[in-house]
């Protein structure tokens, strides 16, 4: 069983900055997809990054390219999100997830098998 744990969330004002954590149980972390996504309200879950294996890998919404970046340490089995440039429309819950059985649908909320708890992201203007 895999368990995730986010952190890292909290209360910026525009331009600000985050890092957001995702710590992983599990023995094969190393060989996880890990993905980002978040939720704002009355909206769908929808895709901000994802890093393949190693980290050979990344991908990013287009909303957020060039603004945040993933990252991996498979020693700590933690997952990061580094936001810059914050704006207000990047106010969501913000979601880890893991997919142990990668198809190359990184973007796809359904390939992922696990979830955190979330933690929640709030930009003011």
């Known amino acids: 069983q895999v368990q995730l744990v986010e952190s890292g969330g909290g209360l910026v004002q525009t331009g600000g900055s985050l890092r957001l954590s995702c710590a992983a149980s599990?023995?094969?972390?190393?060989?996880?997809?890990m993905g980002w996504f978040r939720q704002a309200p009355g909206k769908e879950r929808e895709f901000v990054a994802a890093?393949?294996?190693?980290?050979?890998?990344?991908y990013y919404a287009g909303s957020v390219k060039g603004r945040f970046t993933i990252s991996r340490d498979n020693a700590k089995n933690t997952v990061y999100l580094q936001m810059n440039s914050l704006k207000p429309e990047d106010t969501a819950v913000y979601y880890c997830?893991?997919?142990?059985?990668?198809?190359?649908?990184?973007?796809?909320?359904?390939?992922?098998?696990?979830w955190g708890q979330g933690t929640q992201v709030t930009v003011s203007s």
């Open positions: 599990g023995r094969t972390f190393s060989s996880y997809t």
């Open positions: 890093i393949v294996w190693r980290g050979e890998s990344t």
């Open positions: 997830a893991a997919d142990l059985f990668y198809s190359g649908r990184y973007d796809d909320r359904n390939e992922y098998e696990h």
